[in-house]
């Protein structure tokens, strides 16, 4: 057989391309827009967020391709194979090894190419295009008691095509097996530009039978060293899938034996062929599942004992998932989950395993889980095991996995830990001495690591804390090569889960031998002559330390800048042994916290979700790269370390935070915490200090300074919004849409009605205090709410008193938290706002008095914004006793303290609905809201699953915002209200009530309105 003699030529060419980029480049960009409707990409910055995925490294692509549909994805390789040009092709991005990384066009398929072809319900079967979310395809099938059971955990943002591309693996490997062994056919277009169908070999014909001819002929001429080098595990994705003729999996690749060429495909991570479709066997979904969490005394004990449990189950076995002491500690640190892992464990377990039993007769589950317990019994452990037969505590315990893997990725400072061995598959008789040996391996290197996942398959997670600025490629370099040691001895898979990529490609020889790795270089060159597609990955790849090609390279330093926030909390160093960090402000940044703040985001594309959760309202909208907290975050990263020229006030940057609306969702939902928010705060500092303010931001910002004086005059103030002449005239010189109405001016308001309340000194006093902290929006234009607080509260029993303005030398003027001044970025006339109102607030927050407030963006930046301004002590006295109006009295009610309240309420007349600001969620607040609205007998209350109502502050009044804002509205809000046409809606939100009124013509309240509602007139 001959060898790839031409790989070398191929490869020259390649560098020559990438040597004259931008000579290529030029004509690449120039005919994908003549010959394309697609989306093409070549700025700095975009290719900035395309040189990365969720692994440690970055290059830099010629550009990136967006196809509109799959037939451009044919003209633009047609383009790239007349220049020469290599194809890196992509899906979600979340590659944990460098798998979409690469010097040439990129081609993303995730916006537009993502459609169902065709669903075979009887047959079980569905045609996808590539650039399909697993999470999408499954939703649509769950009606159909139908799923695709490779559940990844990335199953929100990951695409079938890039699922394909890595052999991925889910959870319940054990039950279903990896992609390979459902994927039943693919039609995939070579570098040439022939589009075949790679299915059943034995009916296949032309050019894929041929191909499947040659790498049979491979295989039958490498039979011995197949079968001596193979890993004979169910986790093994490294190299090309020759074994399909003859197979050394665990696992059968087809349940008739008979070879399927699209398996030659699978787990060959683009660098084979272009895949159009993929179509897949489906799995019937279980309706029933039990949990069988197994307590141990030894992590040892826990490992050894996989081997054991995996045998029962009688089939419906589905998985065994450990979580390990420091994972079970993480948990119990988190007040949302520390009571239900406390469901799970007994005592203090070194580890858990979580046995899980799927199928259709819970009685046959609930049998199969006394099984398990009479096997700890006979393991010299009874009483070990906690039985979960509902579904709620099952799946509260499935979350609290996630969190802790979330939380040991939020470790801060530039010690992370780095995925590199974190899914080496060894068999599981030899699962307890494997993970023992590694972890010394990780001691004698100054580091540890924390384990957790598939001890089904013997494939555990595990990710040592290293500096990759520093001595961290040295140190990966050792221990991959000691753990691949312990691989070898346990004849076990060093590439189980994630894929060779830049980090494992110079493994696969390691793990096959040089014949193979030859057969798997001829492989390569019969498909891809060209060389094309992604060279140098899975043959001629270079060395996983090559610090050229990572992220944190050698080159890599941050800007120094003086930042208008704090981020000294980012700024850290921590221990990679004990994981302790140094006090904030010592980490050495010259960005002071900033750049290591950006430099959390390890672009794992949570943020490109769309289920439950805030994150990313504009991801959501556009789809595009640029808008997700991700593509964010990589623009800043590169701004602030001098790779986007003009740094953080550059157009690249501006564009990229233009359509964040600074929800907060990315604070909450992103696993490392990015909080691109305040980012933007800081950003758009940055951005006035060179580019002075636009009018717009000036007349909003300054709304809380001139609304007594506007409030004088609501005729004159009133009119633009009655003239559409006024309206447009307004929208040319403010850029704030005609469309949109202004909130009202009134006369009389909520500031110069009769005073309601309590006195200062007599609050201090009183037995029942509270403070009311009444906002310009629910005090000028919307004081109903603020009166109805009141109300509700002194109901209640309170004596409230309404913070307000003790000098005269602001006559007039109402307290605000700044928040409009830090919309656009204004942080000094922000703090001077928030200083005002500390200074009111704070006698009675050391009295332990509870800051009431209504609009959750301005109550919130008492507890966020305000700790991160320079504002002292006060600040942090006044955060801690600052809580909203429904979060005040869900408390209250807990002590039993609002039986006087619930007595007078009346029952509901009507469904209510509810809507949450984003702040609100950011800060885990909407359990307060539905239990306050159950303090109304017979209320019936639904959440609504929605992300950003869209209006977001100004947001949704600017013109050039206008279609996103009502984009996000519409893509779940909305619809949900015209839905529920008897309901009442509740938003806490005075921007969200006004999206609602837009939309829907319906009025939403606030949550203190209703309830007032309900009091005695
Ligand atoms: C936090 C985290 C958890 C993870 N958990 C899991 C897990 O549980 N199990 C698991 O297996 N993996 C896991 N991964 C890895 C990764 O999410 C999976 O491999 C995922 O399937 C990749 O999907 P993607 O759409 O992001 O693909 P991408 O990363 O975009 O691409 C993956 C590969 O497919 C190729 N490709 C994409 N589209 C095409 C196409 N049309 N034609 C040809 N080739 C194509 C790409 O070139 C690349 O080589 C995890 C990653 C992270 C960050
Ligand atoms: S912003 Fe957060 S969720 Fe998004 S990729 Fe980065 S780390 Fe992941
Ligand atoms: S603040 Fe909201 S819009 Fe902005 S990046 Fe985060 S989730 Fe997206």
Not at 938 to 949: G, R, Y
Request: proline fraction near 4%; charged fraction near 20%.
């Amino acid at each position: 057989m001959a060898a790839a003699t031409s790989t070398g030529s191929a490869l020259q060419t390649y560098e020559q391309v990438a040597a004259a980029s931008n000579e290529v480049a030029g004509l690449l960009a120039k005919r994908l827009k003549s010959e394309t409707q697609g989306e093409v990409l070549f700025s700095a910055a975009d290719k900035g967020r395309y040189a990365t995925d969720a692994s440690i490294y970055q290059v830099t692509p010629l550009g990136v391709f967006v196809p509109q549909h799959a037939e451009e994805v044919a003209t633009a390789m047609a383009i790239c194979r007349d220049l020469k040009v290599p194809i890196v092709p992509r899906g979600g991005g979340t590659s944990q090894c460098g798998q979409t990384t690469g010097v040439g066009l990129v081609i993303d398929h995730s916006k537009h190419v993502r459609n169902i072809l065709n669903l075979d319900i009887s047959a079980g079967t569905v045609e996808v295009q590539p650039g399909m979310v697993l999470d999408t395809l499954n939703a649509s099938l769950k009606k159909h008691g139908l799923w695709f059971p490779v559940d990844v955990s990335t199953s929100a943002q990951a695409t079938l095509g890039g699922m394909a591309g890595n052999n991925s693996c889910g959870s319940r490997s054990i039950a279903y097996g990896n992609m390979v062994h459902n994927v039943l056919s693919a039609k995939a277009w070579l570098s040439n530009g022939e589009l075949l169908d790679f299915s059943q070999f034995e009916n296949s014909s032309g050019r894929a039978k041929q191909i499947g001819e040659f790498v049979k002929h491979l295989a039958i001429h490498h039979q011995a060293e197949l079968q001596t080098r193979w890993p004979k595990v169910l986790r093994r994705v490294a190299g090309y899938n020759l074994d399909i003729f003859d197979n050394q999996n665990v696992r059968p690749y087809t349940h008739d034996g008979k070879v399927n060429l699209s398996h030659l495909l699978v787990g060959s991570e683009g660098t084979l062929a272009m895949t159009q479709s993929l179509t897949l066997k489906l799995s019937e979904l279980p309706t029933s599942k039990v949990l069988g969490v197994v307590n141990f005394n030894s992590f040892h004990k826990a490992m050894d004992s996989a081997q054991h449990i995996v045998k029962l189950g009688n089939g419906t076995l589905t998985a065994v998932e450990l979580v390990d002491r420091t994972m079970i500690d993480l948990s119990l640190k988190i007040p949302a989950f520390a009571s239900t892992i406390r469901t799970a464990i007994i005592g203090e377990p070194e580890a858990i395993l979580l046995v899980e039993f799927a199928g259709h007769d819970k009685g046959k589950l609930k049998a199969e889980l006394k099984q398990l317990v009479a096997l700890m019994g006979d393991m010299g452990l009874p009483n070990s095991v906690v039985e979960m037969v509902d579904d709620a505590p099952q799946k509260n315990l499935w979350e609290v996995r996630k969190a802790g893997l979330n939380i040991m990725m939020s470790l801060k400072g530039d010690g992370k830990p780095v995925s590199f061995i974190e899914d080496c598959a060894v068999p599981l008789e030899h699962l307890a001495e494997y993970t023992d040996a590694l972890t010394q391996v990780f001691q004698k290197h100054g580091t540890k690591g924390t384990w957790y996942a598939h001890a089904s398959v013997g494939t555990l997670h595990v990710r040592p804390i290293l500096d990759m600025r520093r001595d961290g490629p040295h140190k990966m370099r050792a221990i991959a090569e000691e753990a691949s040691v312990l691989v070898r001895k346990f004849k076990g898979a060093y590439s189980g889960e994630h894929g060779d990529g830049l980090c494992r490609g110079e493994w696969i020889e390691w793990q096959f031998g040089p014949a193979l790795q030859q057969a798997f270089a001829q492989i390569k060159q019969h498909l891809d002559p060209l060389n094309l597609l992604s060279p140098n990955r899975m043959i001629n790849p270079p060395k996983m330390d090559d610090t050229s090609l990572m992220r944190f390279g050698n080159n890599y330093k941050i800007i120094p800048i003086q930042t208008a926030l704090d981020w000294s909390a980012w700024n850290v160093h921590n221990d990679a042994a004990t994981e302790q960090t140094t006090l904030p402000g010592t980490g050495q940044d010259p960005a002071q916290g900033l750049a290591k703040a950006v430099e959390m985001c390890n672009n794992n594309g949570t943020c490109r979700k769309f289920d439950a959760g805030t994150m990313c309202p504009s991801f959501r909208v556009t789809r595009d790269e640029v808008h997700a907290t991700r593509g964010r975050a990589n623009t800043l990263r590169l701004a602030l370390s001098g790779q986007l020229q003009g740094g953080l006030e550059s157009p690249e940057v501006q564009e990229a935070m233009d359509l964040c609306v600074g929800c907060k969702g990315c604070k909450r939902d992103c696993p490392t915490g990015v909080d691109m928010a305040r980012m933007k705060i800081e950003v758009q500092h940055h951005y006035n200090e060179k580019h002075g303010l636009q009018l717009k931001d000036t007349l909003i910002s300054n709304l809380p300074r001139y609304a007594h004086i506007a409030s004088q005059w609501p005729g004159l103030m009133n009119l633009r919004n009655q003239s559409p002449l006024l309206a447009k005239l307004a929208e040319s010189l403010t850029g704030l849409s005609a469309e949109r109405s202004w909130p009202e001016w009134k006369k009389d308001h909520f500031f110069n009605g009769p005073p309601v309340g309590v006195s200062s000194e007599e609050v201090l006093k009183a037995s029942k205090p509270v403070v009311l902290f009444v906002d310009t929006f629910n005090g000028y234009f919307e004081s109903e709410n603020a009166w109805a607080a009141h109300d509700v509260l002194s109901a209640a029993g309170y004596q409230v008193h309404i913070a307000s303005r003790t000098k005269q030398d602001t006559p007039g003027q109402h307290l605000c938290c700044g928040r409009t001044y830090l919309a656009s970025g204004q942080v000094s006339k922000a703090k001077e706002h928030a200083k005002a109102l500390l200074e009111v607030l704070l006698p009675f927050a050391q009295k332990d008095i509870a800051i009431v407030g209504l609009e959750p963006s301005c109550l919130l930046t008492l507890r966020d914004e305000s700790l991160v301004m320079g504002l002292g002590e006060m600040a942090e006295t006044v955060a801690s006793k600052a809580a909203l109006f429904e979060e005040f009295l869900a408390a209250e009610n807990k002590l039993g303290k609002l039986d006087s309240l619930k007595a007078k309420l009346a029952p509901a007349q009507k469904p209510i609905l509810v809507h949450g600001h984003c702040h609100q969620k950011a800060f885990g607040l909407m359990p307060s809201v539905t239990q306050v609205i159950q303090l109304i007998p017979q209320a019936k209350v639904d959440l609504i699953e929605s992300s950003c109502c869209g209006m977001a502050g100004s947001f949704g009044y600017e013109a050039s915002h206008l279609e996103v804002s009502k984009q996000m509205a519409e893509a779940n809000l909305l619809p949900s209200i015209r839905n529920n046409k008897d309901a009442c809606v509740v938003a806490d939100g005075t921007s969200c009530r006004h999206q609602i009124m837009d939309g829907t013509k319906r009025n939403a309240i606030h949550v203190a309105l209703l309830l007032a509602q309900h009091l005695p007139k």
